[in-house]
């Protein structure tokens, strides 16, 4: 399949694409925070630049997409029908960098925990909030 898209239109819907400040991660930034849990954000001490990183707990959360992070089962993580050796590497790589990652900031003592995209949708994020507040407090 061609893209349908002009290099110049493809380049202009990629850049708008976040790395940070997404909706999915307000969704869990503002529902932890309401319940009381303070964090920063994006701490570039830390590998990977978690998210939301919890000093007090020791924790670490990423929230990805899973898309571009390959969230296993998932229905949005498909993969785009051309060039399709850019995209199977890319995403390798993308997966690869996430376990090292994690594996890094456990090495530091950090708990980490991933959330995905599509589990702060609207019908799942009430359950997915209560699960990382657990998680962050050890409950």
Not at 92 to 101: F, G, K, S, Y
Not at 110 to 137: H, N, Q
């Amino acid at each position: 399949m061609v893209d349908t898209l002009t290099p110049e239109q493809r380049s202009r819907r990629m850049s708008l694409i976040r790395s940070k400040d997404t909706k999915p991660e307000i969704t869990l930034r503002k529902a932890l925070h309401r319940l009381g849990l303070r964090y920063t954000l994006q701490n570039n001490r830390l590998p990977g630049k978690p998210d939301l990183v919890f000093p007090r707990h020791k924790v670490a959360l990423f929230v990805h997409g899973c898309f571009w992070h390959r969230h296993y089962g998932c229905k949005v993580a498909t993969t785009p029908k051309s060039n399709i050796s850019f995209w199977l590497a890319k995403f390798e790589r993308n997966v690869a960098r996430d376990l090292a990652v994690r594996q890094a900031l456990e090495t530091l003592g950090w708990k980490v925990a991933i959330i995905w995209e599509c589990e702060l949708a609207p019908r799942e994020a009430e359950a997915t909030v209560s699960d990382v507040y657990d998680f962050i407090t050890m409950k």
